[in-house]
């Protein structure tokens, strides 16, 4: 397994190249190192499990953004292995950072949508990092319709940086595509289940981000801006992303306590790129589980439900 | 100084002292630089007589120019921002809130208000932009949300004055969530068939744009407000590159189909009015001049 480590799970690198150069070793050695391996194996594993039992917010950023990460045409993949995707917006273009259409989960049909991050460097630009202009908000809008008027659940999986800050974007309106886009999905006739499965940034992330249920894997984060751009704004300066990050309260968890998250979905051990097929499975299991609960509602209770949850959201005195 | 003044701590006399020196006769209009006359400024709603530059008010100054005189009644007043987090950057939240409600004698960024517009029930609400950059947190959003099921349970037209950098980051993701909740307050109004009005003015961008104030049947600006997404920093940023003269104003908005039109502050009332009416199938309210 090729695993890319973050700086602070430095020592469990360490003690993962051990273990290669023992099996190495092992090979053409007539001592018997099994023993050996197993014990380290078990070593690096109890030290993973005590480095992410305690990460910072930061830290939690790290693996949120972390490269191997699976994003989401990787989960479609696995749990919707005949997704077909559907292109363009009908009025200017096809948003790349943006992916959607049908595909069946458990023999049924659900219109996905997600952002989508490239893996390598020609991908990444291709795909904006993830950074959607209006014309992906647009498409995403369309897909939502056409949900409706066939009556399937939309599933949406987020992970944005947050929505592209451009010149072309600007002229294009990004405002009013965000702006319209929770306005459609607060009256949508059909069930909206969201999933955070990376970075949640913002009003990029929020824009396919309005529905019913909320579901959130536990090492994405969810945030108002970047700990970095909060950073700059109110520490005057990105070095302080860390204690941005501490201050916003961006992890699952946090959510959680705060009631904004319906259900945290554990990642494996050491984060959802170390077994992306598990954390699939995971998904799919909350994503049907959540579907199930919503299909029981007649379309009227599931917009009075979703109005008064939408109503809900703040914390505030009243005198 | 009397044995009184001499009796009261310090903090009190002080401000006692500063209030009572005379402000400014003459200001500055900051595009122009013609000195004008305060009083005369004011008859003008702020706007410069020279040059038209629209000068920043603040949220109640704006609803008085815009409704009829002693109409109002104000919505949800009672509602007070909390600290859900403890947030703390170089300042505790709390105490921004304390010295954001000092200065501008308000509870929050939003206040909302019915009133008549010339004669006809509507509600209206104004962001203060003094107060935290008119940052949109919970109670802006519930103060937002109110006032549009008050506009749909009563049939009244809303018109919603939009000055705002965005949402309130100390409210973290509370205040991302209000950008749900006000569109969605949106959403219910229009299937209600209720006109809503979003005046757009400067500056409007971020979080604030990016729900409730693009979201209008009709949505008007000042002229030459900053309206966009992104802020001009962050894009110059991301671009690398000098952005061209008048990016992201009323009139580059109109350009490329983002708003409906451009009003004069001085013309607001009569043209919002005329628009409703139109909306309502009334004749038009506006005295023949």
Redesign the interface.
């Known amino acids: 397994m090729d695993l890319k480590f973050l700086d602070f799970e430095q020592p469990i690198a360490e003690l993962e190249a051990k273990i290669d150069e023992l099996r190495y070793v092992g090979d053409d050695s007539e001592i018997n190192i099994n023993e050996e391996v197993a014990r380290l194996k078990d070593k690096s594993e109890s030290l993973t499990r005590s480095i992410f039992s305690k990460l910072s917010p930061w830290q939690v950023a790290r693996v949120a953004r972390h490269e191997s990460r699976p994003y989401t045409m990787d989960y479609l993949e696995l749990i919707s292995p005949d997704f077909q995707e559907l292109h363009g917006d009908r009025m200017y273009a096809d948003d790349p950072a943006i992916v959607g259409g049908p595909g069946r989960i458990d023999g049924r049909t659900v219109m996905f949508i997600g952002h989508q991050k490239g893996r390598d460097t020609k991908e990444r630009v291709r795909r904006n990092y993830g950074m959607p202009k209006p014309e992906g908000y647009r498409k995403a809008q369309r897909l939502m319709r056409m949900a409706e008027k066939f009556s399937l659940p939309v599933v949406t999986l987020i992970d944005t940086p947050g ?5 072309g ?8 595509a ?3 886009s ?3 999905m ?2 949508l006739k059909t069930p909206i289940v969201n999933v955070v499965i990376g970075e949640g940034g ?2 990029g992330a ?2 396919i ?2 529905g019913d249920r909320l579901l959130m894997l536990q090492y994405a984060i ?4 970047s700990p970095e751009g ?1 950073a700059s ?4 300066s990105a070095e302080k992303a860390e ?2 990050a501490e ?4 992890t699952a968890s946090s ?1 959680d306590e ?1 009631g ?1 998250v319906d259900e945290v979905l554990q990642e494996p051990l050491g984060g959802a790129h170390r077994k992306p097929k598990e954390m699939a499975e995971v998904i799919r299991n909350a994503v049907l589980k959540s579907l199930d609960e919503l299909a029981a509602l007649s379309i009227e209770e599931l917009l009075e439900q ?2 008064q949850r ?2 809900s ?7 | 100084m009397s044995w009184f003044e001499k009796l009261m701590p310090s903090r009190i006399s002080t401000e006692k002292r500063t209030k009572s020196v005379p402000e400014g006769v003459w200001i500055k209009c900051p595009v122009c630089d013609a000195q004008l006359y305060r009083n005369e400024l004011e008859r003008n709603l702020q706007v410069c007589p020279k040059c038209d530059h629209h000068m920043r008010i603040g949220a109640r100054r704006r609803l008085d120019m815009f409704l009829d005189p002693d109409s109002q009644e104000e919505i949800s007043a ?5 600290d ?2 403890k ?4 300042k505790r939240y709390r105490d921004r809130l304390a010295q954001a409600q000092k200065k501008t004698g308000e509870k929050d960024a939003l206040v909302s208000v019915t009133g008549t517009l010339l004669g006809r029930p509507i509600v209206a609400c104004a962001f203060e932009f003094g107060f935290m950059g008119g940052s949109m ?3 802006v ?2 103060r937002f ?1 109110r006032a549009a099921r008050h506009a749909g349970d009563n049939n009244m037209p809303l018109v919603s004055f939009a000055a705002s950098g965005g ?15 006000t ?6 109004l ?2 209600r068939g209720v006109p809503y009005v979003s005046v757009l003015t400067d500056p409007t961008t ?2 604030v ?7 209008g049947d009709v949505n008007v600006a000042e002229p030459n407000a900053l ?4 802020g001009p920093r ?2 110059e940023q ?2 690398r590159e000098r ?1 061209p003269e008048g ?2 104003r009323s009139e580059f908005l109109l350009d ?3 708003i409906d039109m451009i009003i004069d502050r001085r013309k607001m009332r009569d043209e919002i009015a005329d628009l409703l009416a139109k909306f309502e199938s009334r004749p038009n309210p506006v005295p023949a001049a």
Do not use: N
């Not at chain 1, 974007?169 to 009013?176: F, K, M, V």
């Open positions: 929505a592209y800050p451009g010149v974007a600007e002229e294009r309106g990004q405002s009013e965000i702006a319209y929770l306005y459609l607060a009256g913002s009003g929020l824009a981000g309005v969810y945030s108002v801006i909060c704004i109110l520490w005057k204690d941005a201050a916003m309260r961006i959510l705060f904004l979703r109005q939408l109503a959201f703040g914390q505030f005195k009243e005198a | 009672r509602l007070e921002p909390e859900p987090l947030f703390r950057d170089s947190g919970s109670v959003g519930e949300a949402a309130r980051m100390q409210e973290a993701l509370f205040s991302l969530l209000q950008m749900a909740k569109s969605a307050a949106l959403a219910d229009g299937a971020g979080g744009s990016a729900s409730l104030a693009m979201l309206i966009g997404f992104a962050v894009i991301t671009v952005l990016f992201q490329h189909g983002a």
